[in-house]
């Protein structure tokens, strides 16, 4: 059983943690497709990823991320994340800001910044990433209603890092050649070893 490393039990209160696969794992190459059907079943992905992604804990989480290739991501920017004294690992979760967003396309990206990413799929690595500043985002809600917003700071960030995912792009693909064969090896090492436990019969 895996270890409780978050207090996310309130949110949302029934929803089910999925498995998040890891770099390099072919679903994250995929080209995601369209979400055509809207319901009671993407309602409930919705919940799981966001559920995932408090539990882990992160500040976004795509689709594919959890093996399904579809234009789905979800995230909370705002959420805050205090440890409790009592356990090291555990964490309090409050001020939840649960996003979702489907079908996003982007558009009329403008300015320049530059921001430590990680990813919940690339274990323990983070490293500078460079996005546009501003970007605006058309997207449709879990009834398949269209939105359209601009945003900014780490919002404008994260949904262009989700986005990415649904491109079939993990962050360390952003960074220079030398870096990505550093990572890549060091994440196809790191998989070896946490599959390999010798059996002790
Ligand atoms: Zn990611």
Do not use: W
Request: charged fraction near 30%; proline fraction near 6%.
């Amino acid at each position: 059983m895996s270890e409780v490393i978050s207090n996310d039990e309130k949110y949302p209160k029934d929803a089910k943690l999925l498995d998040i696969v890891t770099y390099p794992d072919p679903v994250l190459k995929k080209i995601a497709s369209s979400v055509t059907e809207f319901g009671p079943e993407l309602e409930t992905l919705c919940q799981n990823m966001l559920k995932t992604m408090y539990h882990a804990p992160g500040i976004g989480l795509a689709a594919p991320q959890i093996g399904i290739s579809k234009r789905i991501f979800v995230l909370d920017v705002d959420y805050n994340r205090e440890p409790l004294d009592d356990e090291a690992n555990r964490h309090e979760i409050s001020d939840l800001n649960p996003r979702i967003f489907i079908n996003p396309v982007l558009k009329d990206p403008e300015g320049q910044t530059t921001y430590q990413e990680g990813c919940l799929s690339v274990p323990e690595v983070f490293d500078d990433v460079q996005r546009h500043e501003k970007i605006t985002v058309e997207y449709q809600d879990v009834n398949g209603n269209k939105h359209e917003e601009t945003v900014e700071g780490l919002l404008s960030i994260c949904i262009q890092h989700e986005n990415d995912h649904l491109d079939g792009i993990v962050f360390i693909e952003k960074l220079s050649s030398l870096k990505l064969n550093y990572y890549r090896k060091k994440l196809i090492k790191e998989k070896k070893r946490t599959f390999s436990v010798p059996d002790n019969d």
